[in-house]
């Protein structure tokens, strides 16, 4: 039998699942490679106000024109519900549910994730400096920066986290993807109400959710193979 050839080997420890270098790093790797170049490409249509802006001034109007009293209600909650201060009270009450149950390395993760990365938003949005949707009549009217959507990272973080450590602990792939599948739905919920209050475009959404993914993807990926080392 055949010695497998030094490319071979290394492909091979990169798939294995129980390698701190293995598996979850490359798809880690992999995860935050693709969500910087979607959000790299998002900011370049941006900045260079390509077809995309047209989208979403199209799209910005649209919701505007067709909002109904009961539909911004529902969507105002939604809004509220993940807002800056909301994701952070969620993200202390699991970091104390992860410190009581003595989880130091997702305690560490979560620190990393949600707090970094929310100023990792704000930098952003002071690089960038775009300004909100404008109406002659506003549902909300806000003076911050808008690109990109601090609603969205903050929830594809905090949301990001907490699925992440439910599919951890679950063995059944029915119920990682019901986990996985309520974490998105959760965060589209979101990015559909900041467009439809008409704070955000649908590329401040969109730009969001990859940073948001691709932090995410960088934290776990670091806090696995911190834990893969270090476990014998």
């Known amino acids: 039998m055949k010695n497998p050839t030094p490319f071979n080997a290394f492909v091979k420890a990169r798939l294995f699942p129980n390698r701190s270098f293995g598996l979850h790093l490359t798809l880690g790797v992999l995860v935050l490679a693709g969500a910087s170049w979607l959000f790299g490409d998002i900011a370049e249509a ?3 106000g390509g077809q995309l802006t ?3 001034a199209q ?6 024109t067709h909002s109904t009293p009961l539909l911004t209600r ?3 909650i939604a809004s509220n519900l993940q807002g800056m201060l909301a994701t952070s009270i969620y993200a202390l009450l699991f970091g104390l549910f992860l410190l009581r149950r003595q989880q130091r390395y997702w305690l560490l993760a979560l620190i990393l994730t949600v707090p970094g990365g929310m100023l990792l938003n ?3 949005k002071f690089a960038f400096q775009r300004a909100r949707p ?9 003076t911050t920066y808008s690109f990109p959507s601090g609603h969205v990272a903050g929830a594809t973080l905090f ?15 029915r119920w990682r993807a019901v986990v996985v599948l309520v974490a998105i739905l959760l965060v589209a919920l979101v990015g559909l109400s900041r467009i ?3 704070v955000h475009y649908l590329s401040d959404v969109l730009a969001a959710g990859a940073e948001g993914v691709a932090w995410l993807a960088l934290c776990l990926t670091a806090m696995h193979t911190l834990r893969q080392r270090r476990t014998p």
């Open 46 to 48: 941006v900045v260079s």
């Open 196 to 198: 439809y209050l008409g």
């Open 122 to 124: 704000v930098l952003m």
């Open 134 to 142: 404008g109406f002659t009549d506003p549902i909300i009217t806000l």
């Open 74 to 76: 529902f969507m105002l």
């Open 59 to 64: 799209l910005a109007a649209w919701f505007h």
């Open 159 to 173: 949301y990001g986290v907490l699925a992440a450590f439910l599919v951890a602990r679950t063995s059944m792939w």
């Open 54 to 56: 047209s989208v979403d």
